[in-house]
């Protein structure tokens, strides 16, 4: 499974337990939307860290990274290894 469709299926689960993943948008903004709030954020920060093994603590963590399921797919993307080095938990 690719990053992408993992972090859609979390928010969703997470989220929005009524929508399909797949009708998940990437570009749908979460914020906006009132999917994700200030400590629904927070929650998403730590399962990123948990699950994909991301140092938060050492990375600048700013709203914007995770407005969208895309930009917290382009988030985590900068803040892995090569893919070569990747392991998913």
Avoid at 18 to 29: A, G, I, S
Avoid at 32 to 61: M, Q, T
Avoid at 62 to 77: M, Y
């Amino acid at each position: 499974m690719d990053i992408t469709q993992v972090i859609r299926e979390f928010v969703v689960t997470e989220y929005l337990p009524d929508t399909p993943p797949d009708e998940l948008e990437v570009d749908y903004d979460l914020f906006r939307n009132g999917v994700i709030n200030s400590l629904d954020l927070l929650r998403l920060i730590s399962w990123l860290k948990d699950h994909f093994g991301i140092p938060v603590d050492e990375l600048d963590i700013v709203p914007e990274n995770f407005r969208t399921v895309a930009a917290i797919r382009d988030f985590v993307d900068s803040a892995l290894p090569a893919p070569a080095e990747r392991t998913l938990k």
